[in-house]
């Protein structure tokens, strides 16, 4: 009986009806067409088809996912996360480079360098001085590429100098050339911000290099004149101010004892013939007083 019912609805399906279409006014029959429940689903379900097949090409071949909530383009946002991730680096690299020109600047003018308190138990060593960039990096990629630079420039500065220990050494057990030998005029004084030692020479007296190494500056300033900068081994920077003249030029290699300027008055802090001297090791300034004996 079950099975007859089923068969009876499923004819039904199959049942053909006429469709008729007629004129109206006249009666006149336009046109007619065979037409059945299942033929009707049928073509009903293929257009439903077509239609979702033809808004889901729209929507994934055409801009319109944009404009859709929720919906996002993968590409593009690993793009900008990409971005985003490369501006964060910029402006790490531009503080980086903002520190290390003021740190530069510190030590050019003979103006004290800041240091920043540790925190109680933290024993923390401070960084080279011309090499103190990547202590303020803490993206590793950008560490990476600093710890590279740093191989380079180490390697170039071993080219350009001779006599270089591989390993840094206690300034207590390196000789150090007097620049000049004569009166002391001023003294190392922190509180007084003269991170050096005037020394009183005769004139014209050729200021010697402390100790083998590259000139990194030589050039004028308005408050120390004829400035001569010198990079040492062991992270050692020595200043050579106010002097009359320059010998040497960035670039160029000196040893021990060699003359690289003539004391001078130059500079608008010199009140005199005479030689500023600095040590700068590891960033901070050192009384040369305490390694040369200038008399």
Sequence with gaps: MENKEERSWFENLRQTYRLGVMN????????????S??????????????????????I??????????????????????????EIDELEQSLKSHEAYTDNFRRMLIGEPTEETPLEEGIDEEMPDSLLNVERIREDELLRKEIANDELLHEQELLSKTANFTPREMPLEQMYFIPPVTGVISESYAIDKKHLGVDVMAPKNTPVKAALDGYVFASDWTLETGNTIGIQHANNIITFYKHN????????????AGEAVAIIGNSGTLSNGPHLHFEIWHRGKHVNPEDFINFN
């Design 244 to 255: 009359s003249a320059l010998l040497k030029k960035a670039g160029d290699s000196v040893k």
């Design 60 to 85: 994934v071949l055409t801009p319109v996912k944009r404009y859709i909530p929720g919906y996002g383009d993968v590409k593009q946002q690993a793009e900008l996360i990409q971005l985003n991730q």
């Design 24 to 35: 109206s006014e006249t009666f006149e029959e336009v046109g007619s067409y065979k037409l």
């Design 37 to 58: 429940l299942l033929n009707l689903y049928i073509i009903l379900s293929g257009i439903a088809v077509a239609v979702a097949i033809l808004v889901i090409a729209i």
